[in-house]
């Protein structure tokens, strides 16, 4: 019986690569010089760090930039508020969302039950999702129809066997 799994995985690496990147290229920019502008990375998420307001919201963009470059989607991750920190400085934290949680898992098994395909049931396995079907098509169209709506994590398609 075919099956494939739907997970929601951020490449660590790549993320790591796009804020050195960054990092990089707000210590040599003229506009950040003298603003002691970087951004920090954590397992589990970033702190961006600036001098005022407007220079955050412009180190967030080249971050932005950086990250889609290196093709890490930006829904996996969380954006906090800007906070004020020590001596009129700007800090903000954007967590990193890996794997699926209940509400998205409940949302996804429902996308895929109305879909009305016979023979295709999915479940939750910890934070992903296991789909059977008795047909390799049945659930090649479930993926297709997964990738055209916008659930806000992204996913990613692995696993797949006949």
Not at 32 to 49: H, N, P, Q, W
Request: no cysteine.
């Amino acid at each position: 019986m075919p099956t494939f799994d739907i997970v929601s995985e951020v490449d660590m690496q790549e993320v790591r690569n796009a804020v050195d990147q960054a990092n990089r290229e707000a210590g040599t920019r003229f506009d950040f010089k003298g603003t002691d502008s970087a951004i920090e990375l954590s397992d589990t998420e970033l702190v961006l760090r600036s001098s005022t307001e407007d220079r955050l919201h412009a180190l967030h963009q080249v971050l932005q930039e950086k990250l889609v470059k290196r093709q890490v989607s930006l829904k996996a991750f969380d954006e906090g508020k800007v906070e004020e920190a020590s001596r009129g400085a700007a800090r903000q934290r954007i967590a990193i969302r890996a794997g699926i949680s209940a509400d998205h898992a409940k949302q996804l098994n429902k996308h895929i039950k109305d879909l009305g395909l016979k023979g295709v049931a999915s479940q939750t396995q910890g934070d992903q999702l296991r789909v059977t079907g008795k047909k390799r098509d049945d659930l090649q169209n479930v993926i297709q129809a997964l990738k055209e709506h916008d659930f806000g994590i992204p996913l990613q398609f692995t696993n797949f066997r006949d």
